[in-house]
């Protein structure tokens, strides 16, 4: 599937506790994304990047940010979870020149 | 930025009738348009996808139609079997300081067989 990964796959967490959810890729993808998805939300858009060291703020990117320190890794962090956070994120890779995005398997994080 | 509305929320349909499901985006800058099946407790999966510059692609029984005029795209199953039941989604690619993909909410789609 694409050789993108996402760990951990499922954690649960207290409010107020930071979260750092990891994405790896080994494709070589220019851009990376990380998606959150709820019912009847479909995939609304956190963060994204460009290229290394390079993000920008997607629709719903209150209360999350983001790092790109290496091409293949993107890293997803709450600062101070709240239970509005309890979701479904995937993480998305892109750029091969095509425009085709490919997701990783998806983390589901409970914050209780 | 882009607004993408996706409908129906929910279809259902007879093994072997044909599914449309149809979206609409807000901004014209918008110039590529993928289609994705997600199963139940699975990641989204690309399964067709339009440029700008076309105006329909097809690959076996399923279609995508674009109307650039009208902004809007539709995706097209025919011959439907049960293994379609799925929830589907339709993007925009919007370019901001990148490419900038925005999703519609989704059709749940049932085959009945």
């Known amino acids: 599937d694409a050789g993108i990964t996402q760990s951990p796959r499922h954690k649960v967490t207290e409010t107020g506790t930071p979260v750092t959810l990891r994405c790896h890729q080994t494709?070589?993808?220019?851009?990376m994304y990380w998606y959150r998805q709820d019912p009847g939300h479909g995939l609304r858009l956190i963060h994204y990047?460009?290229?290394?060291?390079?993000?920008d703020k997607g629709e719903v990117s209150d209360g999350y940010s983001v790092s790109r320190s290496k091409t293949e890794d993107f890293l997803l962090t709450l600062e101070s979870a709240t239970s509005s956070q309890t979701s479904v994120y995937f993480c998305?890779?892109?750029?091969?020149?095509?425009?085709?995005?490919?997701f990783g398997p998806g983390t589901r994080l409970t914050v209780l | 930025g882009e607004n993408v509305e996706q409908h129906p929320s929910t279809l259902s349909v007879q093994e072997g009738d044909s599914a449309v499901i149809k979206c609409t985006y807000s901004?014209?800058?918008?110039?590529?348009f993928p289609w994705y099946k997600q199963e139940l407790g699975k990641r989204p999966q690309l399964i067709i996808d339009?440029?700008?510059?076309?105006g329909e692609k097809k690959d076996q029984r399923i279609a995508v139609t674009l109307n650039k005029t009208a902004k809007h795209f539709s995706l097209h199953i025919t011959e439907t079997q049960p293994e379609d039941s799925a929830v589907y989604f339709c993007?925009?690619?919007?370019?901001?300081?990148?490419?900038?993909?925005?999703f519609g909410t989704g059709t749940s789609l049932t085959v009945i067989p």
């Open positions: 998305a890779i892109s750029g091969r020149g095509n425009n085709e995005q490919f």
């Open positions: 494709e070589n993808h220019r851009y």
């Open positions: 990047s460009y290229g290394v060291k390079d993000t």
């Open positions: 901004d014209s800058a918008s110039n590529y």
């Open positions: 339009i440029r700008s510059n076309v």
């Open positions: 993007a925009a690619l919007y370019y901001v300081t990148g490419n900038q993909f925005y």
